[in-house]
Nanobody
Framework: VQLQAFGGGLVQAGDSLRLSCAVS????????MGWFRQAPGKEREFVAA????????NYSDAVKGRFTISRNDAKNTVLLQMNSLKPEDTAVYYC????????????????????WGQGTLVTVSS
């Protein structure tokens, strides 16, 4: 199983970025997909998650209204569209997969996720 996140970079406050997660070695439509981030000196935190059937999404309060998570199971990819970026969004962003039999739930706790990508760094300058 491999999850590879990419698309990070250095941007200015107010800019947009789109992160992608390429998934291989598992049947993506059987997994809840999520994004987490870890800022320097801080613990990893939940960012967004999407249910297996894409009908339910969940966002942290910090990103709600600015970020959008989506999935394309046919292409084994998960996207995180990030708009109106702020300096406090600076972090390493990780995608993760959680196997669930229920298709209509999301999970926001990192310890429940089964597989993790290596992370991509997003730096937002003020």
């Amino acid at each position: 199983v491999q999850l590879q996140a990419f698309g990070g970079g250095l941007v200015q406050a107010g800019d947009s970025l789109r992160l992608s997660c390429a998934v291989s070695g598992l049947i993506q439509n059987r997994y809840i997909m999520g994004w987490f981030r870890q800022a320097p000196g801080k613990e990893r935190e939940f960012v967004a998650a999407i249910s297996r059937n894409s009908r339910i999404t969940n966002y942290s309060d910090a990103v709600k209204g600015r970020f959008t998570i989506s999935r394309n199971d046919a292409k084994n990819t998960v996207l995180l569209q990030m708009n109106s970026l702020k300096p406090e969004d600076t972090a390493v962003y990780y995608c993760a997969a959680d196997f669930r039999t229920h298709s209509n739930v999301v999970i926001t706790t990192d310890y429940e996720y089964d597989y993790w990508g290596q992370g991509t760094l997003v730096t937002v300058s003020s």
